[in-house]
Structure formats: C-alpha cells, structure tokens
C-alpha cells in the first residue's frame, strides 16, 4: 500500500529552493515513482532520490526505470505525477559462503573499488561499501564455482592504494597460499589495478596458485555493470586455471562474450570508461576465460604458452617492500631541469622518465640529470609511446644519456619500471645491484621482442575499418 504523501517523514531528503516548492506543489517526494513532463514534452519514469549533500537546488534527481540517474531542472518540468512510492533498501544482506568438499578453495580478498560499491545517496557519488560476504549475496552464482573464503582487507577506491596497501595485500596472499587455497581473487578499483597487478608481480614470486586482479567499469546498481561477470570469470580462473600468476581479469570485447586474462606486468587501462578498458602492451593476453565451458570442458582459451603453471608444490617468495622515494615523470617539450634538481634535493632516491620516441629528452636536462646520479639517484628511461622499446643506441640523444648513467629499460611499461624501481630501491642501495635488477626480467615486464600483430589500432572513420565493424560487430 503507498504511504500517504504527508506521512513520509523522508519526503524532503535535503531537497531546498525551487525543487523543494516543486514536490510541494505536486504532492511528491523522495522515492515517489513518477511520471515527469518537461516543457519539451519529454517524459521521465522513475524514482526521486534523495538530493546529494554536494548537488545544487535547481535539479530534481529521479532513478529512470533503465537505472541510470538523472538531473532534471525544476523550472522546467511542466507536469509531474505520483504513480506509485518505492522506498529502496540499498543494504545487501552478507551471507556466509556454502561449503562443498568437491569444489576448490578459493580466498577473496576485498579492497574496494567499484566492483564494491554501491550508491551513496548522501553524495550522489559511487562509495566502496560491499563487504565480500556482500558480494556473495549480490552474485550467488558464485557459490556453484568455489568454496570461497573472504576478507576485508581495505575499503578504499584504487586512486588511495599505496605502499602500505601493496605490502600488506602482498603478505596477505602469502598467508592464503600457506593455508591451502587453491587460488586468490584480489576485488579492486580499476583506475590503478595495473599499477597494483605490477608490483604484486613482483612482490610475490614464485607463486603456486593463481593470484586474480578483478574489478569493474560500472557500479553494481547500473544495469549495464560488469561486477558480475567479471568476478565470476575471476573466480572460475582462481580455482581451475592452469595459470600460477598475477593476472587482471576484466572484459575482453566491449560485449559480455569473455573476460581477458591480463599479465600483471603488462597491462595497461586504456579508456576511462569502456569495459573493455583493459589493453596488454607489447604483448599477448594469457587467456580468455568465459562464464560456460567450451566443447573441450573448459572455461579457459589459452594464448600464451609461456605462462607458470599451477603447482600446489611450490613456495612462494614473498618481498613486501617499497621506496617512497620514488617517482616517475612524463618528459614533455620544455621540461625543466630544476624539477630534476629538486627530485634529487628532495632525496628521491629513484626516477623514472617516460622519455619521447626511442627514449628521449632534452639537452637542457642533461646537467641536472648528470647532478642527480652522481647524487646517488637512479634514473631509467622507458617510452610514452607505450608500444616499442627504448632504443637509446640510434641517436645521439640517447646515447649521450647513457653516459650520464641512465639505464634504459627496453619495453618495460612506464607504470611496471616505477613499481619494480621502488620495490628494488627498498632492497638494496648497490648502484651495481640496482641496475642489475633492474634490467633482469622477473615476469615479463621485459620481453625480447613484441608479436608482429601486437599493435593495432583500429582508427575510427576508416573505410577498412569501417567494413570491419559492420561485418562482425553485429
């Protein structure tokens, strides 16, 4: 039965001005279902939600019956009409994971992100608020992949993970493993998973079981959200993929067909919004993996060969450490030299320079480039161009950079080289060591060559491309 208008205690929610004399004046409130005209003779159906602390007075909030929201200006609605009063209840009841001997054992560690989030009505922003038992009662689908154990390790967005956050979900998957399970899921925002998934890749070596970054591109509430599916697809790889490494597992085609699995060292996020945001530099994806099997049984298409394979046998390495004093700094045309100066006065210990073309900057930068190494700073080149190496033999830019002391570091990704930097810098001091580390491959942030089909842009507006769209993208 709806609750008569003036017995909501809740009807004004924080609305004020213009919309507050608005749903006065047509007998509606917050979590009224109406049907709104504006004075275009657009219609709206939906939900009025409760105003933001940080929106303005001019807009009403309605929750559309698609389930995306949307701000209508007060002056302009023309008619609005109460069908009906839909208080939600955005609170998702944690529920213990079922148990069942057949199945693998798999741990869910949750940090944050949008993949566990929900809407916060006081802001109106997206706020990480799912526990993973919440996610369980979210996607119950889960329960028929694996046993799942889960823990809370932080609640933050990707953008707040730093080096506190990196050694500890580094010892925490170092403990999981030493328990049994069979595999890790690591729930994470995705602004900076590729940044987390490199120094994992590093942090931990060696690893028996497979180590699974999974987030998503849209909150849980959209009807267009990828949580679901991808944590499904993370779960399935934890506990029955062959593949023993940190892995990103987020959507492959901009449809729900499969999930990519992504090397942590060489992933990169490449749209802010897309789903399939997530892109291997340089490289091949590991996998596709798909929520139903193929013919052969498996969930699993494998791409790579050169891949560690699952071994409950082996003993991880764990090395949870971090030099804060490190940064990294996109060269650009008039980058000025007392930026390096002040690095180095600083006490950075560690910089790394998304050089131009082969490894690139230039000759102003030269002389406080020289001061920093002899400082004691440890400076390496890698490319903006992201595809490619660092060639710094072709020119003599480069190689006048090399004799000041930088070290080129190939293809390593410019992210990749900052994580693996800092996390050498908090082992060792030794110039000699360092660049020895550094220039070593642990897990294919190096690799000798890049596929010949590796770098494909589809440029938008191209006949070629055009025809190729048509024909397959249906």
């Not at 409950?312 to 650009?332: D, G, L, S, W």
């Amino acid at each position: 039965m709806t609750i008569p208008i003036h017995e909501r205690t809740d009807r004004l929610q924080g609305y004020r001005g213009p919309v507050r004399e608005l749903l006065n004046r047509y007998e509606i409130g917050v979590w009224s279902e109406v049907e709104i005209i504006n004075d275009r003779g657009s219609s709206f159906v939906g939900v009025i939600l409760p105003r933001s602390e940080t929106f303005d007075d001019l807009h009403l909030v309605v929750k559309l019956v698609n389930g995306y929201n949307v701000g209508i200006a007060a002056d302009r609605i023309v008619s609005a009409k109460e069908v009906g009063y839909r208080k939600a209840v955005y609170k998702i009841p944690e529920k213990e994971f079922p148990s069942d001997p057949k199945k693998k054992n798999v741990t869910l560690l949750g940090t944050g992100g949008t993949i566990a989030s929900r809407l916060d009505y006081r802001t109106g922003a997206v706020i990480p608020a799912f526990t993973p038992g919440e996610l369980y009662g979210a996607v119950p689908e889960l329960a028929d992949i694996a046993n799942l154990t889960t823990k809370k390790l932080f609640g933050v967005f990707s953008e707040n993970m730093g080096p506190e956050q990196y050694k500890a979900l580094a010892i925490a998957i170092g403990e999981e493993i030493t328990k049994g399970a069979d595999g890790i899921v690591i729930g994470h925002g995705t602004d900076t998973m590729s940044h987390t998934g490199a120094i994992l890749s590093f942090m931990v070596q060696n690893s028996p079981v497979p180590i699974v970054l999974v987030g998503s591109q849209r909150s849980s509430d959209r009807p267009s959200s990828d949580a679901a599916l991808n944590l499904m697809d993370a779960v399935h790889t934890a506990a029955e993929c062959e593949i023993a490494e940190v892995m990103l597992c987020m959507f492959g085609p901009t449809s729900d067909n499969y999930d990519l699995l992504h090397r942590g060292t060489r992933c990169r996020k490449m749209h802010s919004s897309y789903r399939s945001t997530f892109r291997t530099i340089g490289a091949t994806p590991l996998a596709t993996v798909s929520r139903y099997p193929n013919e052969q049984g498996s969930h699993f298409t494998y791409i790579s060969k050169d891949t560690l394979k699952r071994d409950k046998t082996r003993v991880p390495i764990i090395t949870p450490v971090f030099e804060e004093k490190t940064t990294i700094q996109y060269y650009y045309p008039n980058f000025r030299p007392d930026i390096i100066d002040g690095l180095s006065d600083m006490g950075y210990r560690g910089l790394v320079i998304a050089g131009t073309g082969l490894g690139h900057v230039n000759k102003p930068l030269y002389p406080a480039i020289q001061r920093a190494v002899q400082k004691g700073m440890t400076v390496v080149m890698t490319v903006q161009t992201l595809w490619g190496f660092a060639q710094m033999y072709v020119y003599d830019t480069g190689r006048d950079l090399l004799d000041l002391g930088i070290i080129p570091l190939d293809n390593m990704l410019p992210e990749t080289a900052y994580m693996k930097l800092a996390w050498v810098l908090g082992q060792t001091e030794d110039p000699k060591r360092i660049r020895q580390m550094m220039i070593t491959p642990i897990n294919h942030e190096i690799t000798p060559r890049e596929p010949h089909n590796g770098y494909l842009i589809l440029q938008g507006g191209l006949p070629e491309v055009e025809a190729f769209v048509q024909k397959h993208w249906k």
